[in-house]
């Protein structure tokens, strides 16, 4: 069956400007996460869904971030007023309820300049 | 602060060697113990969960779990060129969150031909 998909695969953008990343999780899989990858770094969790609510903002960066997900299904991560430390690799996992069983996308690669 | 510590490498051994990678935890209480492997410019997968003290075999891969010392080792034998990668060490944490996985900055492992 198809993966975890995530668009676009690569975002360059101006500094100041906003972005929205996208995740299609694999299909039934209730949890969902995001995480953000620095160049030579560790994953960095960042929001987790479980259904369409968010009990754990708590990596969230700052306020210029925000995450949705709809129909138990796509899930939206926002950055506003991007920054230059923003630049990061967005990885999203979703999960059958199994914690450690996570499933990753092919993750977002986002550039600010 | 729970922390997850790996170390980072690299560790470079030949084909055919065994490769071991360990992994230290802060909270004696954790549970559940996964092993990810990240190829470079990839995303993570899922290679081997422990949950109990001892070995776990899959393969030319052996997960060691050891509580008490709040470690657990990843042991690939035969080392193969196409096991390259940087692997990383997660831990669910006791208590709390059921969902939430935090991962180690992980461990480049190369292997020479």
């Known amino acids: 069956g198809a993966g975890v998909s995530q668009s676009p695969s690569n975002k360059v953008t101006e500094k100041g400007k906003d972005v929205e990343l996208r995740c299609d999780p694999i299909?039934?899989?209730?949890?969902l996460y995001w995480y953000r990858q620095r160049l030579g770094q560790g994953l960095e969790f960042l929001i987790y869904?479980?259904?369409?609510?968010?009990?754990?903002k708590s990596g969230l960066p700052s306020d210029r971030f925000s995450a949705e997900r709809t129909g138990e299904s796509v899930s939206t991560l926002t950055i506003q007023r991007t920054q230059q430390e923003d630049s990061a690799v967005y990885l999203c996992?979703?999960?059958?309820?199994?914690?450690?069983?996570?499933?990753f996308g092919p993750g977002t690669r986002l550039l600010v300049l | 602060q729970k922390e997850v510590e790996q170390n980072s490498g690299p560790l470079s051994v030949p084909e055919g060697a065994i490769a071991s990678l360990n992994c230290t935890y802060s909270?004696?209480?954790?549970?559940?113990f996964f092993w990810y492997r990240q190829y470079s410019g990839k995303s993570p997968e899922l290679i081997m969960s422990?949950?109990?003290?001892g070995d776990k075999e899959d393969g030319r891969f052996t997960a060691q779990l050891n509580k008490a010392s709040q470690y657990v080792s990843l042991l690939i034998r035969d080392s193969q060129p196409s096991d390259s990668a940087t692997y990383l060490c997660?831990?669910?944490?006791?208590?709390?969150?059921?969902?939430?996985?935090?991962f180690g900055k992980g461990t480049l492992l190369t292997v020479n031909p």
């Open positions: 996992a979703s999960s059958p309820g199994v914690p450690g069983t996570q499933y």
């Open positions: 299909s039934g899989h209730t949890a």
């Open positions: 869904f479980q259904g369409n609510s968010a009990p754990d």
């Open positions: 909270d004696r209480g954790s549970q559940s």
């Open positions: 422990i949950y109990s003290n």
């Open positions: 997660a831990v669910k944490w006791s208590g709390g969150s059921n969902y939430k996985l935090t």
